[in-house]
């Protein structure tokens, strides 16, 4: 986050890139809030971005199986769901 904004000026300045939006996972914990702290914060800095630059950022790709309902509610466009479908990964040998 400190230097997102240099980032998204770098990023937006080229031609053949389009930055739709912004991705994060929520950092491990057994607290369901920090999650949500998480989510929150990336919308919030997208909200900001999109201010700054005058440009909308669409998707916000934040959540996974175990936390999906908070990235639902703090606004996640994309959700990565693998696990909830086909299960824990198995140890490659």
């Known amino acids: 986050p400190v230097d997102v904004d240099v980032l998204v000026e770098a990023a937006l300045s080229l031609d053949n890139l389009a930055l739709e939006g912004f991705m994060t996972i929520g950092m491990l914990s057994e607290e369901f809030a920090v999650a949500e702290r998480t989510f929150s914060g990336l919308r919030e800095l ?5 201010s700054n630059f005058g440009q909308q950022f669409p998707e916000l790709s934040m959540g ?7 990235a639902v509610r703090a606004g996640s466009t994309i959700i990565r769901v693998g696990t909830a479908l086909f299960g824990e990964r198995q140890p490659r040998p």
């Open 46 to 50: 997208r909200d900001r971005l999109a």
């Open 64 to 70: 996974v199986s175990g936390d999906v309902e908070a």
